[in-house]
């Protein structure tokens, strides 16, 4: 089994900077993508942004240049470094991962973590 831990979110003002990481653990062969989907109260889920084993990361367009990915590959953890925050950044920011686990190498599989509350206050 794998699991993932997400802590970083909480409170932050206008203009702020946030830090969430996400730690992976189990029976892990290979992490191939770690990344961060988001949701805003009564919006669908969105991708925020992705980094590939390789290092290959991918944002959505509306956050480019304020949302930083990075990646500790000996840790198993992703952090996610938010600035500038506004108001739209509150959501429930939840951390993935496609593994390959020992126990099935053959195929990736996607594991979520529990999601952690961010809410930017003006």
């Known amino acids: 089994q794998v699991q993932l831990v997400e802590s970083g979110g909480g409170f932050v003002q206008l203009g702020g900077s946030l830090r969430p990481s996400c730690a992976v653990s189990g029976s892990i062969c290979i992490i191939l993508t770690m990344g961060w989907y988001r949701q805003a109260l009564r919006k669908v889920r969105e991708s925020v942004v992705f980094?590939?084993?390789?290092?290959?990361?991918h944002y959505a367009d509306s956050l480019l240049g304020r949302f930083f990915i990075s990646r500790d590959n000996g840790k198993n953890t992703v952090y996610l470094q938010m600035n500038r925050q506004r108001p739209e950044d509150t959501a429930i920011y939840y951390c993935y991962t496609d593994v390959r686990t020992y126990e099935n190498r053959r195929l990736s599989r996607t594991f979520w973590g529990q999601g952690t509350q961010v809410t930017v206050s003006s």
């Open positions: 980094i590939a084993s390789g290092g290959c990361t």
